[in-house]
């Protein structure tokens, strides 16, 4: 038995040992013997994050800029500089090694920034997480002539709320994406633009273009949508507060609204667990279709006597004004319909 209780005791020393070591090196962030071969054992949790990796790219000729950080947990941040060049800062909560920086290639115009090291490994108690961000800085001049924009976080937030006003162009295409983290937007004209997180929010002021907003579990929060517009969520409400323009809307279980529409093409919205409001503005005509399970349908009375309601109440359509040219369609399940 004697030999056993020393193998056993031990065994007991080396875990209050390794323990130590991990709890030293969440609370302080300083890296540790398991950081230096393991990757990631101490430093983490509770360490603040600094500025670990400095690049300046030569911006001439860069019409297409790719941000690609799957794979690593961070949130990107655009920011304005002054400065001739774009510059990418990474800021960690350990020291980073040269091989575990971020990784610039460009070829001919299209510029691509990629990074697999900002991971979030799990270990006792928590312990060994990792925090980080990354700040890109975009000139404006460099910005105005972009032509299409990416971004790909995995475990983190996009923003990209400082680069607006009439210095920031058109771009042709703006992607950005995320899993686990929300997507910020400020003023932004785009061809084309794609919002997609998986458990986030999307939240943008202003948008003119072919728009998609995607999220899972989490809302979609648009502000003023000038072109044609794609949104849905899963678990979420999905509001617009003005829409020039056409769009198709869904949830599942949330609310749909658009404070108001000028419609130049046709609307549709449709839930399953969550009622639907549209604002349509006073002059404009169009043929209404709705039909809900086991929810009500209400239409402003301005619409009485264009708008006819089927025996149950529970389907509507009808021609409002003249010659309608666009058409609204609305269905829910058990959810109530509202047009005003």
Known sequence: MKPFRMVLVVILAGLILLLSIV?????????????????GFGAGGF????LQNRVAIDAADVKKLVIDYDGSACDVV??????????????????????????????????????????????????????GYVKVYLPAEVFASLEELECVAVSGDIELTALEGPSAGRLNKTEL?????????GFLESGQISLSTTSGNVEAPELLGEVRANTVSGKVELGAVVGKVAAGTVSGALSIRSLDGEGHLSAVSGDVSVRSAKLTGDLNAETTSGDVE??????????????????SIDTATAYDGWIRYGKSGKSAEGDVGENPQYQVKINTVSGNIKVK
Not at 47 to 50: H, K, N, T, V
Not at 177 to 185: A, E, H, L, N, Q
Not at 278 to 295: E, Q
């Open 278 to 295: 549209i604002g349509l503005v006073a002059d404009g005509s169009f043929r209404f279709v709705g039909g809900t399970v086991s929810g």
């Open 78 to 131: 655009f920011l304005p500089t002054d400065e001739k060049q774009i510059i990418v800062e990474e800021y960690l909560n350990r020291t980073m090694k040269k091989n575990q920086t971020a990784k610039v290639e460009k070829s001919g115009d299209r510029l691509t920034v990629t990074q697999r090291y900002f991971k979030k490994p799990i270990f006792w108690f928590g312990f060994g997480y990792f925090t």
């Open 47 to 50: 360490g603040s994050a600094a």
């Open 23 to 39: 709890l030293f090196g969440a609370v302080s962030g300083r890296e540790t013997v398991f950081d230096k071969y393991f990757g």
């Open 177 to 185: 994406s995320t899993v686990s983290g929300d997507i910020r937007m």
